[in-house]
């Protein structure tokens, strides 16, 4: 079916009813379908609700990023796994099997960082990347 016509030819030619509004008057289907736009709405509704609740702060110097995140209750300082990606940093061993992903607002040296406990928080220090000066001539081809 290369083109729309050729596809209208197969459908005329099918069992389809010709008028899909007729599928409505199916219980079956039409309960499915509002058990699927239920199930998006809550999924949406949890997905705000742990996105209003930030459990991290970040504040900037001129060369430093300091990301300070509130342990949860319940957490192990031995189980606690730091990984630092030049946009992101990433706690694993949280309680629940729970992994925090932090996107940072500038990018910053992953193999530079300082990190420690302190009353319940984990506060990490990062060193920013400084921004490149040099500009590169680059050549247009035809």
């Known amino acids: 079916m290369k ?8 459908f005329s030619n099918t069992n389809f009813p010709k008028n899909l509004e007729s ?38 110097g001129k060369e430093v990023l300091e990301v300070t995140f509130q342990l949860p209750i319940g957490y192990e300082q031995e189980d606690i796994l730091l990984f630092v990606r030049e946009d992101f940093v990433k706690i694993e061993g949280l309680p629940d099997q729970h992994i925090e992903l932090i996107k940072l607002p500038k990018l910053v040296k992953s193999k530079e960082c300082k990190a420690k406990i302190e009353e319940d928080k984990l506060i990490i220090r990062l060193t920013k990347r400084p921004r490149p000066i040099k500009f590169y001539r680059h050549f247009i081809t035809n």
């Open 23 to 60: 599928l409505r008057e199916i219980p079956v289907l039409d309960n499915w379908i509002n058990q699927i736009k239920q199930a998006t709405a809550a999924t949406t509704t949890n997905k705000n609700e742990h996105a209003s609740k930030s459990n991290y702060q970040i504040r900037e």
């Open 3 to 10: 083109n729309w016509d050729d596809f209208e030819k197969w």
